[in-house]
């Protein structure tokens, strides 16, 4: 049972959303598939129905004004459905979907990606302790259950995010015990001429500081947290002052706290790009491996494009431009016309990336910050392996991501390597006296998610099993 | 100084480098040449299973050598002997499986037809729909994933040099052979080729036709779960393979095809395969129903036309082997990788080759 | 005190509170909100044990990809980060000695 687009988008933030939008209004028939709830992204993500009313914040607004246009529009929305495949066929596209609890399959001439990012959170020893969560598994938590981390919670990473959490912490009554950065207000600095593009932004980011400032929340500057106090809960963290490598090399500071957010910049959720045939390089200032896109969202494959995020970390402004431009590319393709040049906004998305990608470069963490890790820090957490359990296997022979994966199962847990592969490079890298970019993530496999066997069962009847020609004996 | 090895392997999987071990053994200096990582090609990738149920009759007595090479691997390759069932749930079916388990137990395999009570007794979560059954106690499997840690420290053990990420660009044939790879150039007096699906690329390097094909077998695994089954479990169609791994995942098999080429990568998995092996899954063990997958996979597992192995000289050639195309390899890898570095070492094999050079269209044993 | 940023807490209105069951104890949370909110809330942030280690887990990156928050319901997976709490809701843990279904 398969249900004919031109164009499958995967992903509704604000690239995929407003990619989706453009194409339906040069008239494809567009089908959007997400995974949430509603259309909205990371970003701007919906509220659960938990809420009936609060307060608006301007990503609650841009998040309703963009469902508001989804819904008007005649973008078909498969929300709460994930998607767990994807081939190329002879028609396009054929994209498997799990939606409550049966698989649905669609098939399009076209295929937008735009699957987002995903957090980078460096290990450190105690992260795995109930408590500590991502940085922007905050603002999602912020974003559709308006709920609070905790009651006390330090606010630990790097570039903007941090700030961002921090001040919805205090907005939604919580208390931050303190914010600790690996950034120095030098480096902000150095990032104003790009920030000054975006003066809203800037005005908010510099309300957020101020704001922590007076109600006297410490700001530690060129720190990192070091390790996380606490068995089966949160019961403190100890901070460490940073080199300009981000190693720590300062006294260790105790803050007490039951809660802690911790990230270190985003990266491409780029295995939907794999499973599509994408080839992934590796891009620090875009936030790492990433498929090759240009600024129109075509990629090397024919009918497949790309958006927002998962083609590199730009940001939301950039994604929603992207999108746009992306889904005239898609509908071009699919009437068979040249897409036509539109430089008014090629100009804004080049604008709306540099500021972006100033923020991705405040981002992205040091190399110095993988010594926070000790000897029996866990790395991968689905199978609880430790940093000397890869080292050694690395040390054993294992020069790739995929020989760890296939000799210690890292990766092969339920996450599918989501959290530990970053990780799992860098220490190949810092083995081998080689670079990052050189040890690229292993094969990415289906399902993108974990998917019930029920699902992929089905309604099967045992009498219509295809018997192959038995084995020669 | 030029280094010249006795012989360089092409092809780190399982043949490849049981074949260099043995010759290590026998006083060669060989290298292993691998284009990816050690094991990682279907050696790597394949579903583990030991079963002599699935073996082809004629290679029976390879097949039970290789069993015993894999339970003296043991725990470092996740061995386990586990006795396994082989599954009829129509009346078709049981006839497919008495006729061919007859076979394969008259060539030497320990195999016993039982009672589906005596099955619902060892094996309480199987579907009670089973018609009949089969039982191998010589059954189990190992952890395919291991191979490429096991080899390589088998291989750095025996200080046998091996180069990864090498491919081979151009074989050159002077004195001795010129290997141009992309890691540099290998001069050696013998070739081995061992590279599995890879291995009419490598032979066409000679302007040898190798008529080499590939199956992309599938393969499925899921979260951890409670106990649901302790053997290997096959199906008399040969569309099932199960186990349950100590860690509590179950893996899922059957030889169900996806697609793509070996000169392009890795292969692909279908939908349309993975649904109706996992839904065969789930028939034959309704718990399985409450599982998640987390990962489906192919390999390339290659033959000839006549589906018996390619182990012996290259047609033409006295001193360029060729090793691969062994239907149930994993199972017989080992044994078969061990008698091809004797045949190379001149000593006479424990049980015979079989030679590359003959013609594919006649049974030839 | 000067607050640059308001306070919001009290403006946010909740759907009605219900109590659903994990692990045999009562848990109270909002309609609608996710599991994984309700039990934080109610100090049950320990959600299960790690396989291989026994680790203490709870959930990590909220969006349905760590599986870290990963509860049973029916003797089901389910991320309780992406479960809604609803009135007649029985979650079980997978804590060891947690009676799973
Ligand atoms: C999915 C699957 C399931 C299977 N299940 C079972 C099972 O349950 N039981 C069983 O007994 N058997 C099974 N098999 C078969 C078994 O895995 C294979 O027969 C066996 O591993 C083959 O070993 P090999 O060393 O010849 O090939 P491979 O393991 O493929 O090794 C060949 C190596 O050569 C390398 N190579 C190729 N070309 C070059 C080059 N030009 N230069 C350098 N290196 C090169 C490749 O990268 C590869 O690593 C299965 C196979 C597959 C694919
Ligand atoms: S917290 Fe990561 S999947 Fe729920």
Redesign the pocket.
């Known amino acids: 049972m398969s249900q004919i687009f031109d164009i499958v988008v995967i992903g509704a933030g604000p690239a995929g959303a407003n990619a989706a939008l453009t194409a339906a209004w040069a008239g494809c028939r567009v089908a959007m598939v997400d995974e949430q709830r509603k259309p909205g992204g990371q970003v701007w993500r919906a509220k659960n129905p938990v809420v009936l009313e609060a307060p608006t914040t301007p990503e609650s607004r841009s998040g309703d004004a963009l469902r508001q246009e989804v819904a008007c529009s005649t973008v078909l929305t498969f929300a709460q459905s994930r998607v767990w495949q994807i081939e190329s066929a002879a028609s396009g596209w054929e994209i498997y979907v799990l939606k409550e609890g049966k698989v649905v399959t669609l098939v399009a001439k076209a295929l937008i990606l735009a699957t987002g990012a995903r957090e980078y959170v460096q290990p450190v020893p105690g992260w795995t302790t109930p408590g500590v969560i991502g940085l922007a598994g905050a603002t999602a938590m912020f974003k559709q259950d308006l709920a609070l981390p905790g009651q006390r919670t330090v606010v630990s990473g790097t570039g903007p995010l941090v700030f961002f959490v921090a001040s919805e912490i205090r907005r939604l009554g919580g208390e931050v015990a303190a914010v600790v950065t690996p950034n120095s207000k030098r480096e902000w600095l150095r990032a104003f001429p790009a920030m000054v593009r975006r003066p809203d932004l800037l005005v908010r980011g510099a309300l957020w500081v101020a704001d922590l400032y007076l109600a006297g929340v410490p700001i530690y500057w060129r720190h990192a947290v070091a390790e996380i106090d606490g068995e089966t809960d949160v019961s403190g963290v100890t901070i460490r002052r940073l080199t300009r490598d981000w190693a720590p090399d300062g006294e260790p500071e105790f803050l007490g706290a039951d809660s802690l957010c911790l990230g270190n910049g985003l990266t491409p959720a780029a295995e939907a790009a794999q499973l599509a045939g994408l080839e992934l390089r590796y891009r620090a200032d875009l936030g790492g491996w990433c498929p090759e896109v240009d600024a129109s969202g075509e990629t090397e494959r024919e009918g497949l494009f790309l958006c927002g995020d998962g083609a590199g970390i730009r940001g939301a402004a950039a994604a929603e431009i992207h999108g746009k431009l992306t889904g005239e590319t898609a509908s071009a393709y699919v009437r068979g016309v040249a897409p036509g040049e539109n430089h008014l906004l090629q100009q804004a998305y080049q604008r709306a990336a540099r500021f972006g990608m100033a923020m991705t470069a405040l981002s992205v963490p040091r190399k110095g910050l993988q010594t926070l890790m000790c000897a029996d820090t866990v790395v991968c957490r689905c199978e609880s392996l430790t940093r000397s359990d890869i080292v050694a296997e690395i040390n054993a022979g294992a020069q790739s991501t995929l020989s760890v994966k296939s000799g210690l199962r890292a990766g092969m847990g339920p996450c599918g390597g989501k959290f530990c592969q970053g990780t799992i490079s860098q220490l190949i890298a810092q083995a081998k006296g080689g670079e990052v970019s050189d040890v690229p993530p292993p094969t990415a496999r289906p399902p993108l998610r974990p998917i019930p066997v029920a699902a992929l069962a089905g309604d099967f009847e045992y009498d219509d099993l295809p018997i192959p020609k038995p084995a020669p004996l | 100084m030029t280094i010249v090895y006795d012989i360089a392997v092409?092809?780190?999987?399982?043949?490849?480098c049981a074949a260099a071990l043995e010759m290590a053994a026998g006083g060669m200096r060989p290298i292993v040449?691998?284009?990816?990582d050690i094991?990682?090609?279907?050696?790597?990738?394949?579903?583990?299973?030991?079963s002599l149920q699935i073996k082809r009759v004629k290679l029976m007595p390879y097949a039970l050598k290789g069993h015993h090479a894999w339970a003296r691997m043991g725990a470092a390759v996740g061995f386990k002997k586990t006795g396994g069932f082989t599954l009829a749930f129509t009346e078709r079916e049981a006839e497919l499986l008495t006729e061919r388990q007859t076979l394969k137990a008259k060539a030497g395999a320990p195999i016993e037809f039982v009672s589906t009570k005596r099955l619902r007794n060892v094996e309480p979560n199987l579907a009670q729909k089973v018609v009949a059954a089969s039982y191998c106690a010589e059954d189990g499997y190992a952890n395919s994933s291991l191979t490429g840690q096991y080899f390589r420290g088998r291989l750095c053990d025996e200080a046998i040099e091996y180069q990864e990420r090498?491919?081979?660009l151009a074989i050159d044939r002077g004195a001795s052979y010129q290997l141009t790879t992309s890691r540099g150039v290998i001069y050696a007096k013998r070739l081995l080729l061992?590279?599995?699906?890879?291995i009419k690329?490598?032979a066409a390097l000679l302007d040898v036709h190798l008529p080499v094909d590939a199956r992309i077998?599938t393969?499925s695994v899921t979260e951890r779960m409670p106990a649901l089954i302790s053997s290997v479990i096959g199906h008399a169609t040969g569309l099932l393979?199960m186990k349950q791994k100590a860690n509590g995942t179950v893996l899922v098999?059957g030889g169900w095809q996806g697609r793509g080429r070996p000169q392009e990568g890795r292969g692909q998995v279908m939908a349309s395969s993975v649904m109706p092996n996992i839904a065969l899954a789930q028939f034959a063990m309704p718990g399985l129903s409450k599982a998640r997958i987390l990962r489906s996979w192919?390999?390339?597992?290659a033959n000839v036309p006549d589906f018996y192995p390619l182990a012996g000289a290259l047609p033409g050639f006295d001193d360029a082997f060729v090793?691969?195309c062994?239907r149930?390899?994993?199972?017989?890898?080992p044994y078969i990788g061990q008698l091809m570095g004797d045949f190379i070492l001149g000593r006479e094999p424990e049980l015979p080759l079989f030679d590359p050079g003959r013609d594919f269209d006649e049974d030839m044993l | 005190m000067i607050r640059l940023v308001p306070n919001h807490a009290a403006r946010v209105q909740r759907a009605r509170s219900v109590t659903f069951t994990f692990d045999d104890e009562a848990i109270s949370g909002f309609v609608g909100e996710t599991v994984a909110t309700a039990l934080q809330r109610g100090g049950h942030r320990l959600l299960r044990h790690a396989p291989e280690d026994g680790g203490a887990r709870g959930a990590f990156c909220c969006m349905g990809l760590c599986q870290e928050c990963l509860v049973q319901v029916g003797g089901r997976p389910v991320e309780s980060c992406r479960l809604l709490v609803s009135a007649d809701l029985t979650v079980t843990s997978l804590k060891r000695g947690a009676q799973s279904q």
């Not at chain 2, 040449?33 to 990816?36: G, I, K, N, R, V």
């Not at chain 2, 094991?39 to 030991?50: D, E, H, I, K």
């Open positions: 092409v092809g780190g999987g399982i043949m490849g040449l691998e284009q990816s094991g990682q090609g279907a050696s790597g990738v394949n579903a583990g299973t030991l090498c491919q081979i061992a590279a599995g699906a890879w690329t490598a077998n393969v393979t098999g192919t390999g390339f597992e090793l691969g062994v149930g390899g994993y199972t017989i890898g």
